[in-house]
Protein backbone atom coordinates (compact mmCIF):
# COMPACT_ATOMS: atom_id res chain seq x y z
CA UNK A 1 0.00 0.00 0.00
CA UNK A 2 1.12 3.75 -0.76
CA UNK A 3 1.53 5.54 2.21
CA UNK A 4 1.33 9.12 2.67
CA UNK A 5 2.40 11.11 -0.53
CA UNK A 6 3.63 14.51 -0.39
CA UNK A 7 4.51 16.50 -2.91
CA UNK A 8 7.15 18.39 -3.98
CA UNK A 9 10.06 17.07 -1.37
CA UNK A 10 11.87 20.24 -1.96
CA UNK A 11 11.06 23.60 -2.44
CA UNK A 12 12.82 27.03 -2.68
CA UNK A 13 11.32 29.98 -3.39
CA UNK A 14 12.09 33.55 -2.63
CA UNK A 15 10.44 35.48 -0.31
CA UNK A 16 7.15 36.92 -0.72
CA UNK A 17 5.77 34.32 -3.11
CA UNK A 18 2.96 31.87 -2.66
CA UNK A 19 4.33 28.85 -1.74
CA UNK A 20 1.50 25.10 -2.12
CA UNK A 21 2.33 21.93 -0.52
CA UNK A 22 0.21 18.94 -1.30
CA UNK A 23 -0.66 16.05 0.58
CA UNK A 24 -2.16 12.70 -0.22
CA UNK A 25 -3.37 10.53 2.58
CA UNK A 26 -3.60 6.84 3.02
CA UNK A 27 -6.35 5.45 1.14
CA UNK A 28 -9.18 5.17 3.72
CA UNK A 29 -7.82 7.14 6.29
CA UNK A 30 -10.38 10.05 7.35
CA UNK A 31 -7.86 12.27 9.59
CA UNK A 32 -5.22 14.54 7.94
CA UNK A 33 -2.71 16.32 10.27
CA UNK A 34 -0.74 18.91 8.67
CA UNK A 35 3.08 19.63 10.73
CA UNK A 36 5.95 22.11 10.64
CA UNK A 37 9.53 21.17 11.94
CA UNK A 38 12.00 23.59 12.38
CA UNK A 39 15.05 23.08 15.24
CA UNK A 40 14.24 25.55 17.10
CA UNK A 41 10.44 24.46 17.69
CA UNK A 42 10.43 21.28 16.96
CA UNK A 43 7.39 19.25 15.71
CA UNK A 44 4.60 21.11 15.84
CA UNK A 45 0.86 20.84 14.70
CA UNK A 46 -0.73 23.18 12.58
CA UNK A 47 -4.26 21.73 11.52
CA UNK A 48 -6.03 18.77 11.31
CA UNK A 49 -9.14 17.51 9.35
CA UNK A 50 -11.57 15.30 10.13
CA UNK A 51 -13.72 13.67 7.31
CA UNK A 52 -12.52 16.75 4.94
CA UNK A 53 -13.71 19.26 7.70
CA UNK A 54 -11.24 21.53 9.97
CA UNK A 55 -10.88 20.19 13.50
CA UNK A 56 -8.26 22.60 15.03
CA UNK A 57 -6.36 25.19 13.44
CA UNK A 58 -5.08 27.00 16.13
CA UNK A 59 -1.47 26.07 15.32
CA UNK A 60 -1.39 27.59 12.00
CA UNK A 61 1.14 30.75 12.67
CA UNK A 62 -0.72 33.55 10.93
CA UNK A 63 -3.12 34.28 8.12
CA UNK A 64 -0.86 33.87 5.56
CA UNK A 65 -1.38 30.54 6.33
CA UNK A 66 -4.00 28.50 4.48
CA UNK A 67 -5.22 24.96 4.20
CA UNK A 68 -7.90 22.93 2.53
CA UNK A 69 -9.08 19.53 1.93
CA UNK A 70 -10.96 19.57 -0.88
CA UNK A 71 -11.71 15.83 -1.07
CA UNK A 72 -10.64 12.46 0.97
CA UNK A 73 -7.60 12.02 -0.73
CA UNK A 74 -5.80 15.35 -1.10
CA UNK A 75 -4.94 18.67 0.84
CA UNK A 76 -2.93 21.50 0.36
CA UNK A 77 -1.12 23.92 2.38
CA UNK A 78 -0.59 26.71 1.26
CA UNK A 79 1.97 30.08 2.14
CA UNK A 80 0.92 33.27 0.73
CA UNK A 81 3.33 35.80 0.78
CA UNK A 82 6.21 33.50 2.55
CA UNK A 83 9.02 34.73 4.70
CA UNK A 84 12.18 33.39 5.46
CA UNK A 85 11.11 32.35 9.16
CA UNK A 86 8.46 29.51 7.12
CA UNK A 87 12.07 27.89 6.01
CA UNK A 88 11.05 24.23 7.73
CA UNK A 89 10.54 20.78 6.87
CA UNK A 90 6.42 20.22 6.60
CA UNK A 91 4.78 17.01 6.91
CA UNK A 92 1.83 15.42 6.27
CA UNK A 93 -0.06 12.81 8.31
CA UNK A 94 -3.01 10.88 7.77
CA UNK A 95 -4.91 7.96 10.25
CA UNK A 96 -7.71 6.24 10.77
CA UNK A 97 -9.79 7.80 13.24
CA UNK A 98 -13.28 6.21 13.43
CA UNK A 99 -14.07 8.93 16.36
CA UNK A 100 -12.40 11.94 17.53
CA UNK A 101 -10.04 10.97 20.49
CA UNK A 102 -9.67 7.11 19.11
CA UNK A 103 -5.77 7.27 19.80
CA UNK A 104 -5.11 6.23 16.07
CA UNK A 105 -1.94 6.00 14.93
CA UNK A 106 -0.61 8.98 12.76
CA UNK A 107 1.25 7.56 9.57
CA UNK A 108 3.73 10.28 7.94
CA UNK A 109 4.71 11.26 4.76
CA UNK A 110 8.17 11.89 3.58
CA UNK A 111 7.97 15.53 4.06
CA UNK A 112 8.73 18.79 2.23
CA UNK A 113 11.89 21.03 2.83
CA UNK A 114 10.93 24.84 2.00
CA UNK A 115 13.74 27.01 2.09
CA UNK A 116 12.34 30.88 1.63
CA UNK A 117 15.13 33.38 0.33
CA UNK B 1 -1.72 21.08 29.68
CA UNK B 2 -0.17 17.95 28.48
CA UNK B 3 3.69 17.65 28.43
CA UNK B 4 6.27 15.46 27.21
CA UNK B 5 10.03 15.19 28.40
CA UNK B 6 13.21 13.66 26.53
CA UNK B 7 16.14 14.43 28.93
CA UNK B 8 18.64 12.98 26.77
CA UNK B 9 19.41 15.39 23.73
CA UNK B 10 21.60 13.08 22.61
CA UNK B 11 23.08 9.46 23.12
CA UNK B 12 25.65 7.47 21.28
CA UNK B 13 26.07 3.84 21.91
CA UNK B 14 28.52 0.86 20.29
CA UNK B 15 26.60 -1.60 17.73
CA UNK B 16 24.82 -4.62 19.39
CA UNK B 17 24.84 -3.06 22.81
CA UNK B 18 20.99 -2.26 24.37
CA UNK B 19 20.46 1.22 24.77
CA UNK B 20 17.40 3.05 26.59
CA UNK B 21 15.88 6.27 25.81
CA UNK B 22 14.07 8.21 28.65
CA UNK B 23 10.55 9.93 28.30
CA UNK B 24 8.49 11.51 31.00
CA UNK B 25 4.97 13.15 30.52
CA UNK B 26 2.32 15.36 32.19
CA UNK B 27 -0.91 14.39 31.93
CA UNK B 28 -4.21 14.50 34.11
CA UNK B 29 -5.95 12.22 31.95
CA UNK B 30 -6.70 8.47 32.63
CA UNK B 31 -7.16 7.33 29.27
CA UNK B 32 -4.54 8.19 26.35
CA UNK B 33 -1.96 6.31 23.76
CA UNK B 34 2.01 6.69 23.80
CA UNK B 35 3.88 6.52 20.74
CA UNK B 36 7.67 6.19 19.69
CA UNK B 37 8.78 7.54 16.46
CA UNK B 38 11.86 7.76 14.19
CA UNK B 39 13.22 10.03 12.08
CA UNK B 40 16.41 9.20 10.17
CA UNK B 41 18.58 10.64 8.34
CA UNK B 42 15.93 10.74 5.52
CA UNK B 43 13.42 13.02 7.80
CA UNK B 44 10.96 10.25 7.43
CA UNK B 45 9.30 10.03 10.64
CA UNK B 46 8.34 6.22 11.23
CA UNK B 47 6.05 4.73 14.18
CA UNK B 48 8.68 2.40 16.07
CA UNK B 49 5.94 1.10 18.68
CA UNK B 50 2.83 2.38 20.32
CA UNK B 51 1.60 1.55 24.14
CA UNK B 52 -2.19 1.81 25.14
CA UNK B 53 -2.26 3.32 28.55
CA UNK B 54 -5.29 1.21 29.81
CA UNK B 55 -2.89 -2.10 29.31
CA UNK B 56 -1.11 -3.08 32.02
CA UNK B 57 1.65 -4.86 29.50
CA UNK B 58 4.57 -3.59 27.64
CA UNK B 59 4.50 -3.27 24.04
CA UNK B 60 7.38 -4.89 21.92
CA UNK B 61 8.05 -4.58 18.68
CA UNK B 62 10.81 -7.23 17.99
CA UNK B 63 14.04 -5.51 18.72
CA UNK B 64 12.12 -2.49 20.65
CA UNK B 65 10.72 -2.32 23.81
CA UNK B 66 8.99 -0.26 26.31
CA UNK B 67 8.86 0.19 30.24
CA UNK B 68 5.78 1.76 30.81
CA UNK B 69 5.10 3.15 34.29
CA UNK B 70 2.23 4.91 34.65
CA UNK B 71 2.14 6.04 37.95
CA UNK B 72 5.53 7.40 37.27
CA UNK B 73 4.48 8.85 33.84
CA UNK B 74 7.12 7.03 32.06
CA UNK B 75 7.68 5.68 28.75
CA UNK B 76 10.70 4.91 27.90
CA UNK B 77 12.50 2.70 24.77
CA UNK B 78 14.49 0.01 25.00
CA UNK B 79 16.62 -1.31 21.55
CA UNK B 80 18.04 -4.24 22.27
CA UNK B 81 21.56 -5.28 19.93
CA UNK B 82 21.30 -1.67 18.08
CA UNK B 83 22.45 -1.86 14.84
CA UNK B 84 23.74 1.14 12.39
CA UNK B 85 20.25 1.76 10.63
CA UNK B 86 19.43 2.30 14.34
CA UNK B 87 21.05 5.85 13.71
CA UNK B 88 18.23 8.61 14.28
CA UNK B 89 16.26 11.24 15.78
CA UNK B 90 13.57 9.21 18.39
CA UNK B 91 10.19 11.15 19.44
CA UNK B 92 8.05 10.52 22.22
CA UNK B 93 5.27 11.13 21.61
CA UNK B 94 1.38 11.29 23.47
CA UNK B 95 -2.08 11.47 22.70
CA UNK B 96 -5.36 11.82 24.76
CA UNK B 97 -8.84 10.11 24.07
CA UNK B 98 -10.17 13.63 23.70
CA UNK B 99 -8.70 14.75 20.40
CA UNK B 100 -6.79 13.88 17.95
CA UNK B 101 -3.65 15.99 18.76
CA UNK B 102 -0.27 14.15 19.00
CA UNK B 103 2.39 16.26 21.88
CA UNK B 104 5.88 16.09 20.88
CA UNK B 105 8.61 15.45 22.90
CA UNK B 106 11.83 17.61 21.63
CA UNK B 107 13.65 14.28 20.79
CA UNK B 108 16.78 11.83 21.56
CA UNK B 109 19.43 11.78 18.54
CA UNK B 110 21.02 8.29 18.96
CA UNK B 111 24.18 7.64 17.07
CA UNK B 112 24.96 4.08 17.06
CA UNK B 113 28.35 3.18 16.23
CA UNK B 114 30.43 0.64 14.24
Known amino acids: DAGVIQSPRHEVTEMGQEVTLRCKPISGHNSLFWYRQTMMRGLELLIY????????DSGMPEDRFSAKMPNASFSTLKIQPSEPRDSAVYFC???????????????FGPGTRLLVL | AQTVTQSQPEMSVQEAETVTLSCTYD???????LFWYKQPPSRQMILVIRQEAYKQQNATENRFSVNFQKAAKSFSLKISDSQLGDTAMYFC???????????FGKGTRLHILP
Open chain 1, 49 to 56: FNNNVPID
Open chain 2, 93 to 103: AFLTNRDDKII
Open chain 2, 27 to 33: TSENNYY
Open chain 1, 93 to 107: ASSLALLVGGGETQY
